[in-house]
């Protein structure tokens, strides 16, 4: 059960603060990448929250493969919002190593689970 799990914690954590960024950006009339970066950054807790679920180890692989990538995804849509001014250097840096962190945990829990089961990545 990963429900309690730290990389749960950070997650959900982390998706208030991109509901956050959100807000702040729609109130800024930028609409189109707020909302890629709303749907991806809070689907990471989603989809660990669903593996907690899992039927099966194959199961639980497949949603945390998918938290991963949308992980990966979040931390893009910062980059293009960082490069396009959309938010600051500094405010970049604290949610992306937040990002970052999340896709080295989840990256691990895959790794050490596939290897584990015999999973092929």
Not at 45 to 51: C, L, Q
Not at 56 to 72: G, P, Q
Request: hydrophobic share 40%; glycine share 4%; charged share 25%.
């Amino acid at each position: 059960m990963i429900s309690n799990s730290l990389v749960y914690e950070k997650a959900y954590s982390f998706a208030i603060r991109i509901v956050k960024a959100y807000k702040y950006l729609s109130d800024r009339q930028e609409y189109i990448l707020s909302k890629q970066l709303l749907r991806c950054g809070t689907s990471v807790g989603a989809n660990i929250a669903e593996a907690n679920g899992a039927i099966s180890d194959l199961d639980f692989s497949a949603k945390m493969s998918i938290a991963y990538k949308e992980i990966l995804e979040t931390k893009y849509w910062l980059s293009l919002l960082k490069d396009t001014g959309y938010i600051t250097p500094e405010n970049f840096e604290d949610i992306f190593t937040d990002a970052d962190e999340i896709a080295k945990m989840i990256y691990s829990i895959l790794k050490v689970t596939r290897i584990n089961k015999n999973v092929d990545c």
